[in-house]
């Protein structure tokens, strides 16, 4: 569960000021010094989170600016603000190096939305000379700009769509490609594999690079904006992470699930024993397998991902015709935007992906391909086998994926005798048809009118008809005076216990013998 985040502000409307203070007018140095006074009250209580601590720092630099009157500090006001262009753009890429290989910064600013030549700028004050001042002061009103519509706006307004641009994530299907290519020669010719290593190394290197874009693309897409996060961590962060894997991971499984990727375009099954078999061909586990184990080595719950894509797959109801969308409005009735017909539903193509299913739970749990203990491997089996059973479990699988859910359903719960008898009990109620009305017997009705009208007169009783009842079996004496109005309701068949009864008061759990035949 995530933490609620601590903010350094009482309410919203203390930000809203404050960001009034800095944008409203630009020659306003007052309000500007409102603001960073503002900013050094809340740095001192609570830690400032990355954007307000890079304003407090450019507006610094800036009220400097204005307020220095002869030339002997130019090269404090050249350093001031630098350090805070050099601390704005590390504070937003360094936390966002999620992969297991360094990104250019470039690439992450650019899907950021920041300006590149604020990254080059950060580069030049780092590792070469200084630049100008005139240079340094368009760069600090290009970062206040950038912060305004990046962090103030989506904070005061975070119902409303962010006008900043980010760039779009870029598609895996060239990059599984490219690694398919390079598999299949190395396994059609073995003699291939010790040329082309370095290539499937990169090839490797450029997955788990589109994953760590995907982390960083997975803010923005979730409603999180920029992804900012405190200066100091807290425990809400690694639930931030865990929360941009798995929209990364779940991009990864749809393509990995594209006809042409796992699923190869030319298998077909001819024979009906083929049609009912979960055999991957060795070609497609040669070329595949290394990757599912170098992913998995790096995200360990990449199977599980990938075991849910596909129970969704098979258990999504089949795709829909225009001719009977036609028949459901009638025959007279013209659609006035035809929709394309869906992708029909391929026998062939479920057979593969439970296929690859039953092989995910069989191999990826391996310690030795993936390097995990043996208690997380089996943890991680038990796991796709209980996310199979759930998803494609009796009444959950689509009826034209009935072969492969059977044989996977089969395939899993062999080897496991309660699961296999349960699996079974459960498909045969589920077999059965449903009882409907006309099968219902005359007695059964009369028993729930009874218990109807019994219910109805419970509901109705008046309270001099329920203290009547209620002491026909009692003693007036073992009635405290004035606690017969407020004696309760009791249905038919059931009376008060009194002292005469051999009842009295006992704690709960001790055993009190009562004459109450």
Known sequence: MRLPRRVPWESLGELEQVCAWIYTDENDLDAKQRAVHRLAAWKASVPLPHALESTHAILSAILQDAAAASSSSYLSLRMSYASSIIRLVNGLVDPLQLGAYARSIHSIAQQLGLPAWLVELRHAATHEDLPSLEVL????????????????????????????????????????????????????????????????????????????????????TTGGGVGWEDAAADDGADDDEDAREKWALDRLADALLEKGMLVPLSKKFDSPREQTSLALPRSSIAIWSPLLAHLQSLHPALPLHLVAAITAHLSRPPARTSASREADFGAETVLLEPAA??????????????????????????????????????????????????????????????????????????????????????TQGSAQPPSTVTDWDDSVVGVMDTRLNTLLALQNATPTATATAATEDTDPADVPPGSLDETPALAPGWRRLSERDGWRPAPIGVYVGCNAT
């Open 137 to 220: 002061r368009d760069a600090a009103r290009e970062a206040m700009g950038w912060l305004l519509h990046n962090y103030f706006l989506p904070t005061l307004n975070p119902s409303a769509p962010s006008s900043a641009p980010t760039a779009p994530l870029r598609p895996l299907s060239p990059l599984l490609k490219e690694y398919k290519t390079l598999m299949k020669a190395t396994t059609r010719d073995a003699t291939l594999h010790v040329q082309y290593r370095s290539e499937i190394t990169k090839a490797l290197r450029d997955v788990e690079r589109w994953i760590s874009e995907a982390k960083v693309a997975a803010a923005s």
């Open 341 to 426: 017909d869906e992708p029909k539903a391929d026998p062939t193509y479920d057979l593969c992906l439970a296929s690859w299913a039953k092989w995910l739970a069989d191999n990826c749990a391996s310690s030795a391909s993936t390097g995990v203990s043996a208690e997380e491997a089996t943890e991680l089996k038990e796991s796709i086998v209980v996310r199979i059973i759930s998803a494609l479990g009796p009444g959950c699988a689509r009826p034209g994926a009935s072969n492969a859910t059977d044989a996977l359903l089969q395939a899993v719960t062999a080897g496991r005798p309660k699961l296999a008898a349960a699996l079974s009990i459960l």
